[in-house]
């Protein structure tokens, strides 16, 4: 099982579909998620469900994030914020690489 941090490394990973052990820094998720904490991250496959407020590893904006859908349009769009609210933007599905399945 690979373990990276958020990014570019760790998403070739996930579209390989292996599992990882990522480790977000930052305050950006805390309470859920406090900075240096290890997560593990499914990759996202065809029939992965997606869900408001589900924290995946996804790329905004050029930037690798584990942050979390806030907000749904047409199961087509996906808006990524951090847990304090703000949105850091629109991405596709394809731009989505991982679920956290558990945080350890």
């Known amino acids: 099982m690979f373990e990276g941090k958020e990014n570019v490394i760790t998403m070739q990973h996930l579209l390989n579909g292996e599992k990882c052990k990522v480790v977000g820094y930052g305050q950006s998720m805390t309470p859920r998620i406090r900075s240096g904490q290890t997560v593990m991250v499914d990759p996202i496959t065809k029939d992965t469900i997606l869900k408001k407020n589900d924290i995946v590893f996804c790329k905004v904006k050029g930037h690798f994030y584990l942050h979390k859908i806030s907000a749904i349009r047409n199961n087509v769009s996906y808006q990524i914020s951090n847990n ?21």
């Open 84 to 104: 304090h609210n703000h949105v850091n933007g629109w991405i596709s599905r394809n731009n989505i690489y991982g679920k956290v399945t558990e945080i350890l």
